[in-house]
């Protein structure tokens, strides 16, 4: 029998920052499934910055988003009907088909998981966010024994796994920065980072220095301009630079904050590498032995903030550039 399923379309190429009339809620059927196809109703869906990329028509690693169509995003929900035996109903799924309530797919488009309570967790520490944390501090800038790390956007999914990867590592300091001073007594408090400030003061240049006074070897670098500049400038010789993301940086295509510190990479012999996760997800095992080993020992925290219901879906995505109280990895129950 055939259902229904609301679901966000891109109606229209945000100019600069998104906002609410950029997108449409709309109905679609959802059809039963044919031979090889599964029926998912979604139980949660992501919003991830890098979605603000995909909204325009450019060329990137990802292709952008279609006007007057669906968005696409990592999504878990379970199979309601399946015509294909290795996905049952009832299975535990995730896929790439968020931003809907429900869908009919093909049955290798979606991935079988273990069941777990917190099925979200499959959106944050044991998804994409969480493969990207630990691909920063394992393989694109190493933390060692008694290195000292900065983390920025040290609140969000990535940068609160990051800091507690680092800290398994033996990190000898690990100092964070976010928007509000609650959220980083969530830093402190929930994360177990040494210290974090708050970066909009205007001053994360003093603010990194008297975080850490001798100089910093690791720098998770999630959001370009003044603050990457601040730590180009108090690092230390040799230093390590994970270049996740740059949110401060003109993802609505503004020229964002100027990098004028980029010349203190010379003399200090600093290694600056970027990354996009998907080039590690031969490590994806790796990835879930660690990180999921450590979350089920209760060595790491995760934390969600869950908006409710597919009509609450853009308010959760603007969230993610408007400094909102938003903590740890951003989720909608659909
Ligand atoms: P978050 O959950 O951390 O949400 C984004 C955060 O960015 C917000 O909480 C906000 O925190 C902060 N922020 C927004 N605007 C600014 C600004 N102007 N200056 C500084 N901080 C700002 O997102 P994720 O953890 O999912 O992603 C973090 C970064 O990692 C992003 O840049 C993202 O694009 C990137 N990323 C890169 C990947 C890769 O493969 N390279 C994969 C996944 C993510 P606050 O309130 O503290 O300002």
Redesign the pocket.
Known sequence: MTTTSREIHLVRRPQGAAVPDDFALRTADVPDPGEGEVTVRNLFMSV???MRGRMNDVKSYVPPFALDAVMQGGAVGRVVASRDRSVPEGALVTSGNGWREAFTAPARHVQVVPDRDDAAAYLGVLG??GM?AWAGVEIVAPVREGDVVFV??A?????SIAGQLARARGASRVVGS???PE?CRAVESDFGFDVCFS?RDGQPLRALREAAPDGIDVYFD??G?AQLNAALIHARMNGRFAL?????SGYDGSAGEPVTALGMAVGLRLNLRG???SDYADRQEDFLREVGGLLEAGKITARQTVFDGIDHAVEAFLG??A?GS?IG??VVAV
């Open positions: 991830d910055p890098y994409m966010p990207t920025s956007a609140s969000g999914a990535v940068g976010a928007g509000a959220k970066y999630n959001v301009g996740c993301g740059g949110i401060s990354f996009i996760v993610l550039f400094g938003q990895k951003v």
